[in-house]
């Protein structure tokens, strides 16, 4: 079955930019009808949905977010990236990637990575 | 943003009661409503979609309804296992906002 994992660094400077990687295994993420999708939850809170990209590379972010952000996929490597720039106290939070599923607007999240715990602190 | 808002936020409940849990948007997204159940360390888990269908391997007490601006999460019969927060989500419009969640409590 699909799976999802997030890797990347759980310490990161204000000011630096947070770089994940989610690696998916059991299936490909080249698969059509699937998009791969960044969620957060700062601690102790609800969910954020922080944008998602095809296959193909085409994207949608979270307004609140774009101008900071960029999600790229590599197919060859099975594995899709987050980048926010000029990180702060703020973007302290846990970090999901997702896979959605179904044709918008009819899509939903249907297997989620297991989160990684990124804080921002100098 | 579409405004997701659950009521209430936290509820106390005993094995074997019926919950119900209610999601509002603050515009009609037609049926394009999911709910996540998320257990404490856990990555949330994808219930219901489309308002009323029941993902794979979900157990039958789970169910959902409604449309337009109000929707509901019912457990017919609280297990051990269902104690939990649980999400509403709209995929109706850009960008894709949940709700603040539910925690559902043991009495």
């Known amino acids: 079955q699909v799976q999802l994992r997030e890797s990347g660094p759980g310490l990161v400077k204000p000011s630096q930019t947070l770089s994940l990687t989610c690696t998916v295994s059991g299936g490909s993420i080249s698969s059509a009808g699937y998009f791969w999708s960044w969620i957060r939850q700062h601690p102790g809170k609800g969910l954020e949905w922080i944008g998602y990209i095809y296959y193909s590379g085409g994207t949608y972010y979270n307004p609140s977010l774009t101008s900071r952000l960029t999600i790229s996929v590599d197919t060859s490597k099975n594995h899709f990236s987050l980048k926010l720039t000029s990180v702060t106290a703020a973007d302290t939070a846990l970090y999901y990637c997702?896979?959605?599923?179904?044709?918008?607007?009819?899509?939903?999240?249907?297997?989620w990575g297991q989160g990684t715990m990124v804080t921002v602190s100098s | 943003d579409i405004q997701m808002t659950q009521s209430p936020s936290s509820l106390s409940a005993s094995v074997g009661d019926r919950v119900t849990i209610t999601c509002r948007a603050s515009q009609s997204i037609g049926n394009y409503l999911n709910w996540y159940q998320q257990k404490s360390g856990k990555a949330p888990k994808l219930l219901i979609f489309?308002?009323?269908s029941l993902q794979s391997g979900v157990p039958s007490t789970f169910s959902g309804s409604g449309s337009g601006t109000d929707f509901t999460l019912t457990i017919s019969s609280l297990q051990p296992e269902d104690f939990a927060t649980y999400y509403c989500q709209q995929s109706y419009s850009m960008p894709r906002t949940f709700g603040q969640g539910t925690k559902v409590e043991l009495k």
């Open positions: 997702a896979r959605g599923s179904g044709f918008h607007p009819a899509d939903a999240f249907d297997i």
């Open positions: 489309t308002a009323s």
